[in-house]
């Protein structure tokens, strides 16, 4: 083995155990924010939940709004590298090409990214009120929610004859696939994910299908 060898062996097995580290924090901040809300999230219950010293937060992490913002990153994409857009759901939904099954899978889609997500974007869109830098983060979420529905509603006008516009219909995707619309049917009105799923694709297919 050489000496470069000998030397990199090291340093890859250190940031492998860094990145599992970061991954063990990030899960422990998403169930404290979830529970606590940002402000009564503390760096202390987040490490003790990971596992992990008080100070190795802050140096993976700087702050807690950069915690918040890697959690609800993880939150968003499942933990893999690729942005929502890129990911084979999303993907899937677009490339469909019967109108109507698109819209239920895209109420599919809203069903299992507001299971992961729904609630720390609450938290997101809470705290975004009183601090600048969270509510950066609360517009960027919400501008590619928009932009996610605007490349589903162009894709739905070349299959099918719509209600509205291409904007009317990114607006209504928009609107009806919101974290708040998820938690009032499931957490507030108490019916299941899979009641809310079955409720969104009638709805869309409803509001947006011309011939439906």
């Known amino acids: 083995m050489s000496e470069s060898q000998v030397d ?13 580290t970061r991954g063990l924090i990030v899960q422990a901040a998403a169930a404290v924010f979830e529970d606590n809300g940002y ?9 003790a939940a990971a596992g992990v010293a008080y100070p190795t937060v802050y140096k993976a992490f700087s702050n807690k709004r950069n915690l918040l913002a890697a959690a609800v990153q993880r939150a968003m994409t499942g933990g893999v590298e ?5 990911q084979q759901w999303f993907t ?10 698109q819209l239920r899978l895209i109420a599919r889609n809203a069903r299992h990214l507001n299971e992961r997500a729904g609630r720390l974007v609450e938290v997101v869109r809470a705290a975004a009120r009183a601090d600048a830098g969270i509510d950066a983060i609360w517009r960027d ?3 590619e929610r ?3 529905a605007r490349r589903t509603a162009t894709a739905l006008a070349r299959k099918a004859q719509l209600r509205g516009t291409v904007a009317y219909t990114a607006r209504t995707l928009w609107t009806l696939t919101l974290p708040e619309v998820y938690g009032a049917q499931v957490h507030s009105a108490g019916v299941s994910a899979a009641t809310y799923e079955r409720w969104l694709g009638d709805v869309l297919v409803s509001a947006l299908l011309a011939d439906s």
């Open 92 to 101: 899937e939904q677009l490339a469909e090409p019967d109108a109507g099954r």
């Open 141 to 143: 979420i919400n501008d």
């Open 82 to 86: 690729e942005q929502v857009q890129r």
């Open 8 to 20: 990199t062996a090291p340093r890859s097995l250190r940031a492998r155990q860094a990145e599992a």
């Open 146 to 148: 928009l932009t996610r």
């Open 39 to 47: 402000r009564g999230a503390r760096i202390e219950d987040i490490a």
